[in-house]
């Protein structure tokens, strides 16, 4: 990766017990999106992250899922910007949102990180919110008995299942019009519910 690279990553929590999970929706747009670019991930110890790439006209894009656990994703993605003195506004953060309802995108040039934790420690740690982002929502729980954070870490029900290739699909459509023609255009196409 060079100064005019791309870099997407995707938020979650490492380990199988945290697959299929809400909080994890970042890693497996991530995933879905190397797949159809038949990128292998590879773990770099050096920057703590599930790392692969690939060309996009002849920019290199890179694919960071970091394994430090959520509230330390920034110490992850820190560490690849400022290596490859990377422009924030080149890195793209996808991640979940309690306060979307579910099946919604919504890109975004900059923003605070609201109650999110891997947004936080990226916030701190680049020292900045002035990046793109991609919140994919997936709405708050609506048992009085069940946390926020047993919300998120919950793995998806059967009727959020059936709609997940669908919202994942068009979270990748998104990212790759991002790469192709820019933050607008891809805000202006496809923000709002993925469910249709």
């Not at 929590?13 to 945290?18: A, I, K, L, Q």
């Not at 995933?31 to 599930?50: E, G, M, T, V």
């Not at 422009?87 to 996808?94: A, H, N, Q, T």
Request: aromatic share 8%; proline share 3%.
């Amino acid at each position: 990766m060079n100064q005019e690279s791309k870099l997407i990553v995707g938020l979650g929590n490492p380990g199988r017990e945290y697959d299929w999970t809400r909080h994890n929706i970042g890693f497996l747009v991530l995933d879905k999106l190397a797949s159809s670019r038949q990128a292998i991930w590879r773990l770099n110890a050096k920057y703590r992250c599930q790392f692969t790439s690939f060309q996009e006209n002849g920019v290199e894009v890179g694919l960071c899922k970091p394994q430090t656990f959520m509230n330390k994703s920034g110490e992850s993605v820190a560490s690849i910007v400022a290596f490859y003195k990377l422009p924030l506004e080149s890195m793209l953060v996808v991640a979940d949102d309690v306060d979307l309802t579910f099946g919604t995108l919504r890109m975004r040039g900059k923003g605070s990180p609201g109650g999110h934790n891997g947004l936080k420690s990226i916030e701190q740690r680049v020292g900045s919110s002035n990046y793109p982002r991609l919140k994919m929502g997936v709405g708050r729980n609506e048992s009085p008995t069940k946390s926020l954070a047993g919300h998120v870490l919950g793995k998806f029900n059967s009727q959020e299942k059936s709609f997940l290739d669908q919202i994942i699909d068009r979270a990748v459509d998104q990212i790759e019009l991002w790469l192709r023609l820019g933050l607008i255009e891809a805000m202006n196409r496809y923000n709002g519910s993925a469910i249709y």
